[in-house]
């Protein structure tokens, strides 16, 4: 199994530009997340996808969209990059949101907006 | 969620036994306790998790007080590659993991 899988790996963008960062998972799970890391800082909750077909906010939420493709893909949509939005973006999935889920994390996508 | 109290960083000896504490002094009967890593610039990764009894896996080990407001992480034989920053994280319900600053752990040779 290779987990949880993500594209592109590095990006660069002009303030203004759009695209849609990529996140595949094989494990069968039914919850996805994606998180935003800011140099020296934890992670923080953009959005999340219980289940195939829900969506949800978390903490951060501004100036992103998401779509759960199908229950292996849930990607996540910059429309109009800002210099703020530059950062690492992980995605993770877990099997169920319950109480003592585990959530596993791809290796990030790497993104900068001049 | 409880909010955990870490320190900021730790240094240990390779080979040696790593304990890594965490205080969470406002923690609900039905939050569980998780830890963590993240080496540099990696996807955060899942170590161990519990919530009342002390538990223990390939990884490591967790050791919950009594009183569950706060815990210890043990890597039982330190190895350079342990280095990274350690998130000690008290959850309830699974659409979120709040990650704190951690404690930065130094494994020297």
């Known amino acids: 199994n290779a987990g949880v899988t993500q594209t592109p790996k590095f990006q660069v963008l002009k303030t203004g530009q759009s695209m849609t960062l990529q996140c595949a998972q094989d494990?069968?799970?039914?919850?996805m997340y994606w998180y935003r890391q800011d140099p020296g800082m934890g992670l923080r909750l953009i959005y999340y996808?219980?289940?195939?077909?829900?969506?949800d906010k978390g903490e951060v939420p501004n100036g992103y969209n998401v779509s759960r493709l199908n229950k292996r893909e849930f990607s996540l949509r910059l429309e109009s990059a800002a210099p703020s939005q530059t950062s690492v973006y992980f995605c993770?999935?877990?099997?169920?949101?319950?109480?003592?889920?585990?959530?596993?994390f791809g290796p990030g996508t790497r993104l900068t907006v001049l | 969620d409880a909010k955990t109290t870490q320190p900021t960083s730790m240094d240990c000896a390779e080979g040696r036994a790593a304990n890594l504490p965490c205080n969470h002094s406002?923690?609900?009967?039905?939050?569980?306790v998780y830890w963590y890593r993240q080496i540099h610039s990696q996807g955060p990764q899942y170590i161990i998790h519990?919530?009342?009894n002390n538990e223990t896996n390939e990884m490591a080990s967790l050791i919950i007080t009594e009183d569950r407001k706060s815990s210890t992480l043990i890597l039982p034989h330190a190895t350079l590659r342990d280095t990274a920053v350690y998130y000690c994280?008290?959850?309830?319900?699974?659409?979120?993991?709040?990650f704190g600053e951690g404690t930065q752990l130094t494994v020297n040779p």
């Open positions: 994280i008290v959850r309830v319900g699974g659409s979120r993991l709040t």
């Open positions: 494990m069968n799970h039914n919850s």
């Open positions: 519990g919530l009342k």
């Open positions: 993770a999935s877990s099997l169920a949101p319950q109480i003592s889920d585990t959530q596993y």
């Open positions: 996808s219980a289940s195939e077909g829900t969506t």
């Open positions: 406002t923690i609900s009967g039905n939050e569980y």
